[in-house]
């Protein structure tokens, strides 16, 4: 069965730093592409990362790049936030999908969100001004 699961939300200060985890299970990150989404309240969903599965390339959306960075090693993927800003508040999912053009294409915002073909359930993330 495969499964995500995001772990490592919580509050953080305005320029604070926190590390987001994606565990994986049933899946191959040689195959499939891993990419972080975020939601906030009132707010439609947006891709900020993801890397891809067979080569790691790794590309950001441009609210993200320059302060996020995408990893992955073994069966967990990360997330590491820099400077945040209480603009990235949200609630952010981690999410697979084995067409790694969609899913960079969205992240680069060069086509609309797309589905994923699978979800995990989310982590908060609260930015305190």
């Known amino acids: 069965q495969r499964q995500l699961e995001e772990s490592g939300g919580g509050l953080v200060h305005t320029g604070g730093s926190l590390r987001l985890s994606c565990a994986t299970s049933?899946?191959?990150?040689?195959?499939?592409?891993i990419a972080w989404f975020r939601q906030a309240p009132g707010l439609g969903r947006e891709a900020v990362a993801c890397i891809v599965g067979h080569d790691g390339r790794k590309y950001y959306a441009d609210s993200t790049r320059g302060r996020f960075t995408i990893a992955k090693d073994k069966t967990i993927v990360y997330l590491e936030m820099t400077n945040l800003e209480p603009e990235d508040a949200a609630t952010y999912y981690c999410?697979?999908?084995?067409?790694?053009?969609?899913?960079?294409?969205?992240?680069?915002?060069?086509?609309?969100?797309?589905?994923?073909?699978?979800w995990g359930k989310g982590t908060l993330v609260t930015v305190s001004s």
């Open positions: 999410a697979a999908d084995v067409d790694w053009t969609k899913v960079a294409a969205v992240v680069q915002g060069l086509r609309r969100d797309g589905d994923m073909d699978y």
């Open positions: 049933g899946f191959s990150l040689d195959y499939y592409t």
